[in-house]
């Protein structure tokens, strides 16, 4: 048994297996059944779960916010690039999830990392144009309460980065910022500053408890470290001044008076013929009003705390706090200050920049105590205060210009960037103004003779540069004209003010002097020229200088033309308001250079824009004498399109209410015009054409002419808006004939220039026709007795009208002429019914006039359609009846016209009953 068992032999792996023939070669464990078959799935729509925006990485909103409270800090700046690009590519989700992205955000302002911190500085950047002011209002608390949080955070580097994050909110959403001024001013201080020990203020002495701080951060110096935060503070006080001047427009020195005041037109139609309201004045009228505005508080649901900040309680503090820190800081960045050596004016760049930061803080601030009430004892206290201070280390270097050095160029560490970037475009003489703009505040017209030491020296520096202006640019002369202007409300002496007042004129006469510099200029001297005018009631007399300044100013408008309008619109004004209170030397020449001003062919009035037009036309009411070839001028510039209709209408209504025939009383001496040249202006505007145009027409061989074999008058179809022009303002000169009281008189000069001028012409402009036939209608009374030959021509007027307009019912051009024109003639023949008979006796039918059968028979029935002239036409009725058969026998064919059944109806509706009785009622 055993041997047999050895031999045995042991079974291989991997056998192979030996398959009979004819058998199935049996299925293997890991085979694969290839058998199958496909079939289309058809999805008729897609699911309805929301898909999320994701950036690339796909990740959503969701996902990224609740990234930023991660420990590591390179997730939290991948979350803040990945946010960024995520809201630049949809920005609606911005709205929806603003709450949760600004507390996020502003949570990282102090994160120690400090590219976590760049990275939420460059999200922010990207957000705040995108979200307004009133949808960030109600998550602002947080904001400004991280920013303050990172201001005064002990690492140097959070404090670096909270600077940009000012910047950003404060180019924004500045006034948001100002609500929290005084959690703000004090962080600036902190920035800087910090305040003394117990033990150093006891020995202070009563001292300012706040002493600078020094920066132990090796990237950038102390004094650079605190050009960058005074830099923030400058550029926050202006922003606070600008909100307080916004709530104070009476300021001067922020609000120009004269763009943001409406300038009110007197509307003469509303007071004319009684169409003003007049209403009883009782008791308790002067206690009501009827109208009355309320001041709603905001919607952002944050409220104004700004005016705790501008009260001179906290003013007094910050100053009392920043002025001693601003000095020291001076101190310490230039020491020459102390110096008595007038080399030491040269400034380098680097000091010219701090000096210029520190300058315009303090004027920034002395500009908060001018939109205070209590003005005059602020003053006081800052003289008190502050004068000497001042005087020792700023005046006494005083005027400062900047050392020029050659540097070469060389790459700007990331690390000083903040530091340098300052430096470019300085300016000395804006430190010098800025420091005048400090000092003559302090000063005042009861203590210049113990400032008068440096007030000289500022009035010799304003001089000079004044002589010298004419390179200075737009802000160096504003600010310029500025300190000026102070320092001449300081000098009470008429020499010291003469002197300014000729370095001004001077420079205005410069012939190279730029446009924005001559309007600077010009606005400045009619401002002073205001003041000037206030002397009088103090017992001074007028400047000489500005007298001739302000007489001069008509002819310089002549030369002037229309190639400033903007200069031109501002000695306009200028004129205007001096010609209102009578300055006798500017009336004169104006009244010189007037018929220039008002030249139709190239003068001021024809050239200018309508609001500088308007002005002009005002100017009228106060020239001494207005002279014949001044009205030939201004009827003539009445004809023009170019002086609007309006415009025209007002300037007759100026006339008017100056002539001898106004409804008050005048004496011979205050008479402006001779009466001859003020009836020939209003005929010649009724006419609104020249003689020499009116010549030209009555050979006029244009298709624009509507002829008649009935009439001797041709009428000449004007354009839509000539004729709209000539309307309006022949009906004011209709209105201002009628306004004379010997209306017969009136109507006989009227009806005598009629004939002269009007009679022979055989073609007349259509709107010359309505005109006349307006003012007749306007003037006639019992007392006028028109003539036979007036009578005549105004019947002929009224057929050419007629068959005109029935002529031409169906041009669209000619349908805005048809109702005032109607009105006129249908309003003259009841009126006037000797004319609608020489009207009727003129409609002769004869073979002649074949064509004008329809109109006639048209015009009869329209007549007769009338209401006003029923009575008129049945006193007539034999006319009619005569006209009609006449008509009958020349018509051409055997069919009856529709016109003609028509004009029968109406004869047998209206006249039949009369012509049968043959008696015709007298009326």
């Known amino acids: 048994m055993l041997k047999m068992s050895s031999k045995r032999k042991r079974q291989e792996d991997f056998q192979r297996v030996r398959m009979k023939v004819g058998r199935k070669k049996p299925k293997a464990v890991h085979e694969t059944n290839t058998n199958f078959k496909s079939k289309f799935i058809h999805l008729s729509k897609l699911s309805n779960e929301l898909q999320h925006p994701t950036n ?479 002397c009088t009631k103090l017992g001074r007399n007028r400047s000489n200088i500005l007298s001739r300044w302000i007489s001069s100013l008509p002819l310089q408008l002549v030369h002037l033309g229309s190639r400033s309008p903007q200069l031109s619109a501002i000695m306009i004004d200028t004129i205007y308001i001096a010609a209102t209170r009578s300055h006798k030397e500017l009336l004169q020449s104006l009244q010189a250079a007037a018929c220039q001003i008002y030249d139709p062919k190239g003068g001021a009035l024809i050239q200018l824009p309508s609001a500088s037009q308007l002005k002009l036309v005002q100017l009228l009411y106060f020239l001494p004498f207005l002279s014949s070839e001044l009205l030939i001028c201004l009827n003539k510039c009445c004809m023009s399109e170019i002086l609007s209709a309006d415009l025209g209408c007002l300037l007759i209504g100026i006339l008017n209410a100056r002539s001898s025939f106004a409804t008050w009383s005048w004496s011979p001496e205050d008479c402006v015009m001779r009466s001859e040249d003020y009836f020939s202006f209003l005929f010649s505007t009724l006419i609104g054409f020249s003689a020499e145009k009116l010549a030209s027409m009555q050979n006029s061989k244009s298709a624009c002419v509507s002829k008649t074999q009935v009439s001797r008058i041709c009428l000449y179809l004007t354009d839509q808006l000539q004729f709209a022009h000539h309307w309006t303002t022949a009906k004011a000169a209709s209105c201002s004939l009628s306004a004379v009281s010997a209306r017969s008189q009136c109507f006989d000069i009227l009806q005598n220039a009629i004939i002269k001028h009007l009679g022979g012409l055989i073609i007349m402009p259509d709107s010359t026709a309505g005109s006349v036939l307006y003012a007749i209608d306007i003037l006639f009374d019992q007392s006028c007795i028109p003539s036979d030959y007036l009578y005549s021509f105004l019947a002929s007027s009224v057929y050419s009208i007629f068959n005109f307009m029935l002529t031409t019912e169906k041009d669209a051009d000619q349908f805005s002429k048809r109702d005032p024109l109607w009105g006129t003639c249908i309003s003259l023949l009841s009126r006037l019914p000797n004319v609608l008979k020489l009207m009727l006796q003129s409609l002769k039918v004869s073979r002649t006039c074949q064509e004008e059968l329809p109109v006639i028979v048209q015009l009869l029935r329209l007549l007769l359609q009338s209401s006003h002239l029923r009575n008129h036409m049945m006193t007539h009725a034999f006319l009619v009846q005569q006209t009609l058969q006449d008509v009958m026998n020349l018509k051409s064919c055997d069919i009856q016209e529709q016109w003609l059944t028509d004009l029968q109806y109406c004869f047998n509706v209206y006249l039949s009953k009369q012509s049968q009785e043959s008696v015709p009622a007298v009326y």
Request: hydrophobic share 40%; glycine share 2%; with cysteine.
């Open 56 to 534: 690339k990485r796909k990740q959503n909103i969701t996902d990224l916010l609740s990234q930023m409270h991660h420990y590591n800090a390179g997730v939290k700046q991948s979350a803040l690039v990945g946010l960024k690009e995520l809201l630049s590519a949809y920005p609606s989700l911005i709205d929806t999830h603003i709450s949760s992205i600004l507390s996020e955000v502003a949570a990282v302002f102090t994160d120690k990392d400090s590219a976590v911190r760049v990275a939420a500085i460059s999200l922010l950047q990207f957000m705040v144009p995108i979200v307004p002011t009133d949808k960030i209002a109600p998550f602002f608390p947080l904001v400004s309460a991280h920013l303050s949080s990172a201001m005064t955070h002990i690492i140097v580097g959070i404090q670096e980065d909270s600077l940009h994050v000012l910047d950003i909110l404060l180019e924004e959403y500045p006034d948001l910022l100002i609500e929290r001024s005084n959690m703000l001013l004090h962080n600036f201080l902190e920035l800087i500053s910090h305040q003394k020990t117990s033990k150093e203020c006891k020995n202070a002495n009563k001292q300012p408890n706040w002493t600078l701080a020094v920066s132990v951060n090796q990237k950038i110096t102390s004094q650079n470290w605190r050009l960058n935060v005074l830099t923030r503070l400058k550029k926050f006080l202006h922003a606070l001044a600008n909100h307080m001047a916004k709530k104070n427009p009476d300021g001067e020195e922020f609000v120009e008076v004269s763009s943001t005041r409406p300038f009110f037109a007197m509307k003469w139609r509303k007071h004319a013929k009684g169409k003003q309201t007049v209403n009883m004045i009782d008791e308790q009228s002067k206690f009501q009003h009827s109208t009355s505005s309320y001041l709603l508080r905001t919607t952002g649901g944050t409220p104004d705390n700004t005016d705790a900040v501008f009260s001179s309680t906290n003013l007094k503090v910050f100053i009392q706090t920043i002025i001693p820190l601003l000095i020291e800081c001076w101190i310490e960045e230039y020491p020459g200050t102390i110096l008595t050596d007038a080399s030491e004016s040269v400034l380098p760049s680097t000091s010219h920049n701090f000096l210029q930061q520190v300058l315009t803080i303090i004027s920034l601030l002395w500009k908060l105590y001018d939109l205070r009430d209590e003005h005059q004892k602020l003053d006081g206290w800052l003289r008190q205060n502050y004068l000497a201070d001042f005087r020792y280390y700023f005046m006494s270097q005083f005027p400062y210009s900047l050392q020029e050095t050659m540097q070469q160029k060389k790459k700007t560490k990331k690390s000083d960037k903040d530091g340098i970037h300052y430096y470019s475009g300085l300016d000395h003489l804006l430190i010098n103004l800025t420091l005048c703009d400090i000092m003559i505040p302090m000063a005042s017209p009861s203590t210049l003779q113990e400032d008068s030491e440096w007030v000289a020296m500022i009035r010799m520096f304003i001089s000079e540069k004044l002589n010298n202006g004419a390179s200075l640019n737009c802000k160096q002369l504003k600010r310029l004209l500025d300190v000026t202007g102070k320092l001449l409300n300081i000098q009470k002496n008429r020499v010291s003010t003469e002197k300014l007042i000729h370095a001004l004129y001077v420079m205005y006469q410069q012939r190279d002097l730029q446009l924005f510099a001559r309007c600077m200029l010009l606005k400045f001297l009619k401002k002073v020229y205001f003041k000037e005018d206030s």
